[in-house]
């Protein structure tokens, strides 16, 4: 009996990656190409269907093995007809990818959010594979993230659900580029921590965030961090308002939804057990439910930058079983 195989490809704005991956879950070979927001969709789908066609080359399989192709991309989704409803920027509206993509290819192909993607592969093959209910939190420019619940990708209607980043923690607070204002990624992104350590920066000409980065425009997630862990009060200051936000936040997720798990993701997860005991020491202590009833774990992601290809991979597989 033949082996079967997916393929699960990872969109974004620079470059495309994509893997081989068979049915036990481990990935054959992994390739990349750029993309470019000039190739137009057309010329994108072709770029993507390309890789797909490099990888049943390279490990010299036929296509008639492989049994679909599932894509992670950006922006909003319409994920059961495969359309890219919008991604601002390649400047594409109601894209239809996977048709596109088929037809390229002459195999099934599926898309959904790159953020549902890497949350799907962190909950099936990752930091998550030994539960059934995981939320997956990335701490990026913005927070991203997604929720897998009985196994399954919860995407709300029309796959417009699962917008972690934009539930509101702070009312009339800092305004989020969505329009509103104190939203959960305005105290939680990597881009809302280096906000903070910038000004508190500036507000202490003598902390020791100016020897980790003597230049603010250098300021980086770690330079709080840094500094915090040789003593510096200004940064342990900038740490604890943002493990708070952060706690705050998930805070609500998992009191709405009740996971088993929290992945965290994203160059912030990084400092690892810096991070992460405090932040569970925050959300055990505010948990409507306590955790030695509905026990809680707050995790780092283990896939890295694999997850959404990962997470494409087993989209696919779900939508073909």
Same mark, same amino acid.
């Given at each position: ?126 930091? =998550? ?5 995981? @939320? ?5 420019? #913005?927070? +991203?993230? *997604? %929720? $897998? ?81 040789? =003593? ?5 200051? @900038? ?5 708070? #936000?952060? +706690?705050? *936040? %998930? $805070? ?70």
């Amino acid at each position: 009996m033949n082996k079967k195989y997916y393929i699960g490809i990872d969109l974004g704005g620079m470059s495309a990656k994509a893997g081989l991956i068979g049915e036990e879950g481990t990935i054959r070979c992994m390739t990349r190409v750029e993309t470019r927001a000039e190739d137009g969709a057309t010329g994108t789908a072709k770029r993507i269907a390309g890789l797909a066609k490099e990888l049943i080359r390279e490990y010299e399989i036929e296509r008639e093995d492989v049994i679909a192709v599932g894509i992670g991309s950006p922006g909003v989704i319409d994920s059961a007809n495969g359309v890219v409803v919008y991604w601002s920027n390649f400047g594409w509206k109601d894209v239809p990818l996977a048709r596109l993509v088929s037809e390229e290819l002459g195999l099934p192909v599926f898309v959904t959010n790159d953020a549902n993607a890497a949350a799907l592969g962190e909950a099936r093959y990752g930091s =998550g594979k030994k539960y059934e209910d995981s @939320v997956m939190i990335t701490l990026g420019t #913005g927070v +991203g993230g *997604g %929720i $897998v619940m009985g196994g399954k990708l919860v995407e709300g209607y029309r796959s417009a659900g699962a917008e972690l980043g934009h539930t509101v923690i702070r009312k009339g607070g800092i305004p989020c580029t969505c329009g509103r204002r104190g939203c959960f990624e305005c105290y939680a992104s990597a881009t809302a921590l280096k906000r903070e350590t910038r000004l508190a920066m500036e507000r202490n000409r003598d902390s020791l965030m100016w020897k980790e980065t003597p230049m603010l425009e250098d300021v980086s997630g770690k330079t709080a961090f840094a500094a915090a862990k040789l =003593g510096d009060r200004s940064a342990k200051r @900038v740490v604890k308002n943002y493990v708070e #936000g952060l +706690g705050e *936040g %998930i $805070v609500n997720i998992v009191n709405l939804l009740r996971p088993e798990v929290v992945i965290i993701g994203g160059g912030v997860s990084n400092e690892g057990e810096n991070l992460l005991k405090p932040l569970r020491r925050y959300v055990e202590k505010y948990l409507y439910a306590p955790s030695d009833y509905a026990p809680l774990e707050i995790v780092k992601a283990s896939l890295g930058n694999d997850a959404g290809v990962y997470g494409a991979a087993e989209y696919a597989i779900q939508k073909t079983i």
